[in-house]
């Protein structure tokens, strides 16, 4: 690595995506429909107060890397699922 980065590190895309636009990817990846989104409370259900960090939401950018012109293979989360997808086929 020519710029060292020291601290916390987001490992995300540069582009960040909704949990709508992760589930579309994922299902086009694996070349199954995305028929619907699970509802809110049987998440709850099934993982209790988990179920909050599954439900909520941030906005998360790579700043340290963007930062020290890192240059991402998958800047986009559909590129990123596809070939991890492949790679397990």
């Known amino acids: 690595m ?3 980065i020291s601290g916390p590190i987001n490992l995300t895309t540069p582009n ?5 636009e ?5 299902a086009r990846a694996m070349h ?4 619907f989104p699970v509802p809110a409370i049987a998440l709850k259900i099934a993982f209790g107060g988990f179920s909050e960090e599954m439900l909520g939401s941030k906005k998360v950018l790579p700043e340290a890397l963007l930062a020290s012109g890192f240059t991402f293979d998958y800047p ?3 590129g990123a699922i ?3 997808v492949d790679a397990q086929s």
């Open 32 to 35: 199954r429909p995305a028929l």
């Open 16 to 20: 960040p995506s909704t949990n709508q």
């Open 2 to 4: 020519q710029n060292p």
């Open 22 to 26: 992760f589930t579309a990817a994922l």
């Open 76 to 78: 986009h989360l559909g």
């Open 82 to 84: 596809s070939a991890l």
